[in-house]
């Protein structure tokens, strides 16, 4: 039997984990691991691992401490109980003095019912988990706050990412508040304005390099190879660890049970094995009694989980990336054998979609009042298409992960709502309910008749359409 310890905001946090690869299995110490965080035997990625009980053996009253305990934090003042990552500590022991953590109060994010959607859909439990409501904007914040943490603990100055944008967001504000400096590479002119902003403004030494994401990635590899710098790209195991708390706050806000299937975009494909992490260890404290379904979407140009899974193999071929959802233009994904497991143990899919499918679901979530980044609207397209073949039951219960907000690429928004995103030949058979929901601005005169007579207009319209 394992123990909980209680842990408070202000005494010593037992630091109880340990690194095992998931390649060869090799365990490493803690603070002993090469500057591009691979194993150097295999060459694969490590996860984190601290005693648990094997699956479902906790007994009942650990889980009812752990939930009662979870709970009361929320009422607290203290900056790591406010903190969604932070408030579920006893599953994160990464690090040994709560001094050390770096948070923004990221999590605690909204589960929203998308009640326009599911009409539309006949499918009433669809829910959107919203990422894009953290401190950054985007889910990228669950795992900075853990890892950076772990490198503010370990003492390292300098941190750094490879990005497609909200990495390097994230990367650089909570760098910021620990005092240290970061270093962000980016694919030029392939990343949203808003993104690149935010690294700016949060003072990161940033890099526009002529490649793409994959090129970043191989670059930084070789720097945090010869400088001592903490990389905080996914192949680091702790942003996994707090990328795993949205789902136990997922199953908390279902009263502990899990939904029946659960949809993620697809990048770098570390999120869907974090998310399906937090999964099966909720199962192992006793905490949850199933686990949920979880599927990939890709963007039809930046695929190469799909077409793995189409064609049955076991080694994933690089694509070249294409796609206007730029935060998943990615075309060899560094956790895609932790994504691939995660997808076969729970009978989950991977799908892909197209540059209109996505421009329409990101229009239609925006319609519910909500509105992610285009990268995040995959899901909703996904669930279309998994939904119309037959793969989703009518009364399952699914939330779409949502990661990024809105205003990460206005651009995007303002381009599709203007009809200039997408070309004839993209929009295809989508025309009609594309044009459904653009909404562009309109220049008039300053002159109250003639706003009067534009919204008269506007509603006799939407009765014809009804
Ligand atoms: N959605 C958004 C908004 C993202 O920014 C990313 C990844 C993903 C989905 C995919 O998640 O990589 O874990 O499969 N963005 C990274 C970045 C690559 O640099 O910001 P994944």
Redesign the pocket.
Known sequence: MVEVPEIASNTAMPALHELHCTGCGTVAACGSLSGDLRCIGCGDLYAVRYPQPSAGTANGDNAWLLRDRWKKRRLSSAAIDQSGVWRFRDLLPIVSDPANIITLREGNTPLYHLKRNARQLGHDQLFAKHQGMNPTG???DTGMTAALSVAHEEGFRWVA????????AAMAAYAARAGMRSLVLIPEGKIAWGKLSQAMDYGARTFQLRTD?DGCVRVLAEVVRRAPIFLLN?VNPYRLEGQKTPAFEIAEAMQWDVPDHLIV????????SALGKGFEELLAWGLTTRMPQLSVIQAEGANPLYRLMQRGEDRLQPVTAKTRAS??Q?GN?A?WRKALRILRLTDGFCEQVSEAEIALAKAEIGLEGIGC?P??AVTLAGFKKLQAAGKIAPDASVVLFL??HTL?DSEYTIEYHRGELLAPAEIGSYSRPIAATRRDSVPLDANADAILRAIDADDTQTEQRT
């Open positions: 985007s889910f990228k990412c490879a990005s497609t944008g909200n990495t390097s994401f996914s975009p697809g990048g770098n494909l570390a999120n869907v935060a998943i990615i994904p956790s980044e990268a995040s990661t990024g990460k």
